[in-house]
């Protein structure tokens, strides 16, 4: 395996990444638990909330399968073509 194909996220952006969206978690939920209204309408933005969470996760992991799937397509493509290269360079 290449250097390059590594790919390793520093400790620092870990932290970041984690950080904020506990940071944004607790603000929104906050910000739910504060606002003027009664239970209904508080239980109804909690839900939502949860659920823009919740989708916007699978959407991410979702891209990213897509991405690593083509990755592996592009390198069998890459290795295919390379050998076939190899072979009429042989002849």
Same mark, same amino acid.
């Given at each position: 395996m290449m250097i390059d194909e590594v790919q390793s996220n520093s400790q620092s952006w870990l932290f970041f990444v984690k950080a904020s969206f506990a940071i944004s978690l607790l603000a929104m939920a906050v910000g739910i638990v504060m606002i003027p209204a009664d239970m209904m309408v508080k239980g109804y933005l909690g839900i939502c909330a949860l659920f823009v969470v919740s989708s916007t996760i699978t959407m991410s992991k979702t891209l990213r399968d897509n991405h690593e %799937?083509?990755?592996?397509?592009?390198k069998l %493509?890459?290795?295919k073509t390379q050998q076939i290269i190899k072979e009429y360079s042989d002849a």
């Open positions: %799937s083509q990755r592996l397509i592009n %493509s890459e290795a």
